[in-house]
């Protein structure tokens, strides 16, 4: 009420008003004040008002076309964006001058002039803007290096996206340490901002600093508040007393008893939170039953509940290499909600009739209850698929792997792209250290459980649509074809052919091709980055990816709260009504989970290059196959698949091993072998900088 009355007063008088004269216009009582204030600055971020700071507040015309809202996006290499908050627009690229006091992160207000053309005929019009206010900070905290001056203390951000120093006063950490800074306000982009240190981490090499520093640098929890806790305890209490008593009603709600079925899950090998439970059984000659139970989390965190707003703010589950920052306590995310074997657990299921070559003919969700009979890992699962199954269960699984591949072949009949990657996974041992790299290859035991989760997430869509029922669906967007055709020319220029990329059939035969290509992996990493991002939205717009009109995420809540919000949506006995927020949602999730991805990387990535760093320090060098990617006369780029890292062996190091750099290959002066791209050879780390997160390798040889 407020803020309509607000903006029609605005509009009404046309010259800006302060704080007084507005509550007087509106006629507010006294204790009206603060809900003023709350609507202003709400406003104010939204970019529908301007606050000049001698004359008060004033409307934005909406016919000034010259001012839009959005976030700065910078990357590691300094290049920044403007991304218009509407998502229409093409990103507009800036000139640092043009960020004034913005961060990476920040919702700014934008001036955006006409194109003007460069000075080349063949230059595009590029529009000239300039951030005219911050909005909002997406950070004030940062992580750094201390480094001490002559005259001043700085601070250095361990994120490059960062592209400024902080000015702090003496303080009693050393220099190197890692420290926590916070950003004091910062107005002038003359001068450097202001700083004062909150925590010191310690020094960089010191046990456990090094992951301490990325929680802090992507803002994750470090514990959960008192009274979420508290609430999961009462959860987990109630339940034990159901099971003491034998109260526990399985048929509450209109719960379905399961527990009879052969039910089973599949996870990696060290998992604790089991999402889905499968189970199948032979209908008729032609037709399966397949049950994907997932676990019921809706039973336990209510909306509104601390359990739910805590979720709710995390946005999801993180996975930094030597810890998990859950999503859930651990009470529910590895006890209550956990599909762990032998116990009575709650689920939603998608129950589907389907045919033998994978048609899905009829499809039902309702709450059940479910009693796993076996937990297998990946491993086990594939080692049963190799030989003949000798009981009832490894029958079940080899009858599910069969019509999982037939609903694959389905799938990429109609036009799913194959884009899925060899994982690393980083082994630490008790002292926080690489003990071992393995490398998880995409195999049927894999693809047995994507087919069915992706089946359950497709149906589910379909439901929510056709209700027209408001919930999260997973988009992804077209790519721009700009960038497929300067991709195209990158590949022909590996001497591959590669037809209009417009096609998703020449898509689909390219990919074929770069899997069995020596380039394939690097080539394939480079179409990845032509694709956009996936975000949720509540409109339904399609998966280019998965080639999907509908697409959303039903089958992990325990790790991602768009799964918790369309489990409530589906079961939702209304049908329609009001979006409830589900834009902004929609938004705070993808960032969230943007933000985790990240971290999850950068926590991979630091254990690894101190791992190499001290492989650099041994009399005896340890050699990689490594892949050359790119060819440069600054040097080979290379890619160590065992490891999941990539890094360069330096110009100095060829030249010193007899080679020269001709029509961007290295050849040998004395015959030895030709250095190109996609060539494969071995290395061995020389040299680490953790700062730059960038590693130098020299030629095994030449050890």
Same mark, same amino acid.
């Given at each position: ?58 409307? =934005?015309?909406? %016919? *000034?076309?010259?001012?839009?809202? /959005? !976030?700065?996006?910078?990357? &590691? $290499?300094?290049?920044? +964006? ?51 206010? =911050?909005?909002? %900070? *997406?950070?004030?905290?940062?992580? /750094? !290096?201390?480094?001490?001056? &002559? $005259?001043?203390?700085? +601070? ?548």
């Amino acid at each position: 009420m407020i803020e309509r009355s607000l903006l029609k007063e605005l509009a009404r008088g046309g010259e800006p008003m302060d704080f007084r004269a507005l509550h007087r216009r509106l006629k507010l009582l006294p204790e009206n004040s603060q809900a003023l204030q709350k609507v202003l600055e709400h406003l104010e971020r939204e970019g529908k008002i301007k606050h000049f700071k001698k004359r008060g507040y004033a409307l =934005i015309s909406p %016919r *000034a076309q010259d001012e839009v809202t /959005g !976030t700065i996006q910078v990357s &590691r $290499k300094g290049e920044a +964006v403007f991304i218009n908050e509407k998502g229409s627009d093409t990103p507009v690229p800036l000139q640092p001058s043009a960020l004034r006091t913005a961060l990476h992160g920040d919702k700014v207000l934008l001036r955006v002039e006409p194109p003007h053309r460069g000075r080349g005929k063949s230059d595009k019009a590029m529009p000239r803007a300039e951030v005219v206010k =911050i909005l909002q %900070r *997406a950070r004030i905290r940062f992580v /750094g !290096t201390l480094v001490k001056g &002559r $005259k001043e203390d700085y +601070v250095e951000p361990d994120d490059s996206r960062i592209r400024c120093r902080f000015c702090v006063p003496p303080d009693l950490a050393g220099a190197g340490e890692k420290v926590v800074v916070e950003m004091l306000p910062w107005e002038n982009c003359d001068e450097l901002p202001g700083g004062r240190i909150v925590e010191v981490l310690g020094a960089p090499d010191a046990s456990g600093v090094d992951m301490l520093s990325i929680m802090h640098q992507y803002g994750l929890p470090t514990g959960f508040p008192e009274n979420v806790l508290k609430e999961a305890s009462a959860l987990d209490a109630e339940a034990h007393r159901e099971r003491k008593s034998g109260s526990a009603d399985i048929h509450g709600d209109g719960r379905e008893d399961c527990r009879s079925h052969t039910v089973f899950t599949i996870d990696p090998d060290d998992a604790k939170d089991f999402d889905d439970a499968l189970a199948i059984e032979r209908e008729s000659e032609n037709k399966w039953r397949l049950w994907v139970h997932i676990a019921d989390v809706s039973h336990f965190v209510r909306t509104g509940s601390a359990l739910d707003t805590e979720a709710r703010r995390r946005g999801n589950s993180t996975y930094m290499v030597d810890r998990v920052v859950p999503m859930l306590p651990e009470v529910l995310s590895n006890g209550l909600c956990s599909l762990k074997p032998d116990v009575d657990r709650l689920t939603r299921c998608a129950e589907f009739l389907i045919s033998d070559d994978g048609k899905v003919l009829k499809t039902r969700f309702y709450a059940a209850t479910i009693r796993s009979s076996r937990r297998f890992t990946y491993g086990e699962a594939m080692e049963i698929l190799r030989r003949k199954p000798v009981s009832l269960l490894e029958n079940r699984l080899h009858d599910l792997s069969r019509l999982a591949q037939n609903i694959r072949r389905k799938r990429m009949a109609n036009g799913s792209l194959d884009l899925d990657f060899p994982e690393t996974k980083i082994r630490l041992d008790d002292r926080g250290r690489v003990s071992g790299v393995d490398v998880t290859q995409n195999d049927a035991s894999h693809q047995l459980v994507e087919e069915c989760m992706l089946l359950a997430n497709e149906a589910v869509a379909r439901n929510l649509q056709n209700r027209l029922q408001p919930s999260l669906f997973r988009i992804h967007e077209d790519p721009d074809q700009e960038k497929l055709d300067d991709y195209r020319e990158e590949v022909r220029a590996c001497r591959i052919q590669c037809g209009h990329l417009a096609s998703r059939v020449e898509m689909q035969r390219l990919l074929a091709v770069l899997k069995t290509h020596p380039m394939g992996k690097a080539l394939r990493i480079r179409f990845l980055r032509t694709m956009k991002r996936a975000y949720y939205s509540p409109n339904p717009t399609g998966h280019f990816g998965l080639a999907k009109t509908y697409y959303t995420h039903f089958t992990s809540p325990i790790r991602r709260y768009a799964d918790l919000v369309v489990h409530r949506a589906l079961f939702e006995k209304k049908k329609g009504g009001a979006s409830g927020g589900m834009e902004e949602l929609g938004k705070h999730l993808s960032s969230t989970e943007r933000n985790s991805a990240e971290a999850e990387q950068d926590s991979k990535r630091a254990k690894l290059l101190t791992y190499l760093e001290e492989l650099g320090k041994q009399p005896k060098k340890t050699a990689f196959d490594a892949m050359i990617v790119e060819c440069r006369p600054m040097g080979c780029f290379v890619d160590v698949e065992a490891m999941g890292i990539s890094g360069l062996v330096p110009a100095s190091i060829l030249r010193s091993a007899g080679y020269h750099c001709v029509s961007g290959r290295w050849m040998a002066r004395r015959g030895g072998p030709v250095l190109e791209t996609g060539s494969r050879t071995r290395v061995s780390p020389i040299r680490v900088d953790r700062e730059k997160k960038q590693v130098d390798f020299t030629l095994a040889t030449e050890v």
